[in-house]
């Protein structure tokens, strides 16, 4: 029997939870980045037909926000590895132990900067004066 499974095993459980979000925050920085594109492309097949044509912002702030959502989802991964290794060294060690760690309290506040940005970036691009 491995001495304090349960505790690994949460462990693993939380490591594993990590890495789900960290595919989730990669795979919608890839739709952020393709949703761009979509937007471009159709503000130029509207424009023929609409009388009031799609304003797309040419700043490429889509395909900024898709590429740090991925290298984020990457970060996490990195941090949801460190904080594995700690934590199972914690669990096998007699000492107690006190996390003083922020990492995550840091990504999710770079992921509210980022959310907040895709925001302005969407409401200009949808009500966008041209």
Do not use: C
Not at 51 to 64: D, E, I, K
Not at 108 to 123: F, N
């Amino acid at each position: 029997m491995i001495k304090n499974f349960s505790d690994h095993a949460a462990n693993e459980r939380t490591f594993l939870a990590w890495v789900r979000t960290a595919i989730a925050v990669m795979a919608f920085g890839f739709l952020v980045a393709k949703f761009n594109l979509f937007l471009r492309i159709a503000a130029q097949s509207l424009t023929t037909t609409a009388t009031r044509p799609l304003v797309v912002p040419t700043g490429g702030f889509g395909n900024l926000a898709g590429l740090a959502l991925i290298v984020g989802g990457t970060i996490i991964v990195t941090v949801a590895a460190i904080r594995f290794i700690r934590t199972e060294r914690a669990i096998n060690s007699a000492q107690l132990y006190v996390s003083g760690d922020k990492a995550d309290l840091l990504l999710a506040a770079l992921m509210v900067v980022l959310g907040v940005g895709l925001v302005v970036y969407l409401s200009e691009t949808l009500m966008g004066e041209p």
